[in-house]
């Protein structure tokens, strides 16, 4: 998971996020079962005008696998609550709540624990609670039980699925691309953090 610097929120969002996410907890307070759905502006969903701020922020990177490109063309974008809206409602359009997104990481959908990682936190560095395995590709926990960052990087590792299917072969591929491109820029590729370790 690369660090994320936010910038500052978009107008539109800071006009009106605190009125959207008023309604939505109010909408779920009524009706328990309400599935969240983007509000529009300006005749548009909040979600598809928030894709170029998000994207600008990770480089169209997804914020958790850090896979490239994730634009309309590519790697389909979506928005993720980081706390989901259907236990947070009222951070349903708050900025520090928003990140762009893979589709194999939204299946995190609405699981959410107090330990999960956060990669735009000012004190967040990967270095501080992963390892690499560099046989396999897979993240680990860098500390052991009990140690708080144990559980961090756990819940991070299994709720984004970081470890899930051909994403640790995926990874080690993108390094060996990345070390034969004559001129590699490293925010063309998939999984910087793990080739800025390599």
Not at 140 to 152: I, N, Q, S, V
């Amino acid at each position: 998971m690369e660090k994320i610097v936010r910038p500052n929120a978009p107008a539109f969002l800071i006009d009106n996020y605190k009125r959207w996410g008023r309604q939505y907890e109010a909408l779920r307070a009524r009706n328990p079962q309400a599935q969240f759905q983007w509000y529009q502006h300006s005749n548009q969903k909040v979600n598809i005008l928030l894709l170029p701020y998000l994207q600008l922020m990770t480089q169209s990177h997804c914020s958790f696998c850090d896979i490239f490109e994730v634009t309309e063309n590519v790697v389909e974008p979506t928005v993720e609550h980081f706390k989901p809206s259907s236990r947070f409602p009222i951070l349903s359009y708050y900025w520090g709540n928003l990140f762009l997104c893979c589709n194999s990481c939204q299946k995190k959908n609405d699981r959410f624990e107090d330990y999960l990682l956060k990669p735009d936190r000012l004190d967040y560095l990967f270095d501080d609670y992963f390892l690499i395995d560099w046989v396999t590709g897979k993240i680990f926990e860098k500390h052991t039980l009990p140690d708080l960052r144990y559980f961090k990087a756990e819940a991070t590792i299994r709720l984004y699925g970081l470890n899930n299917g051909g994403r640790p072969n995926a990874r080690l591929r993108e390094l060996k691309q990345f070390n034969n491109d004559p001129i590699p820029i490293i925010d063309e590729y998939s999984y910087r953090f793990f080739i800025r370790r390599a």
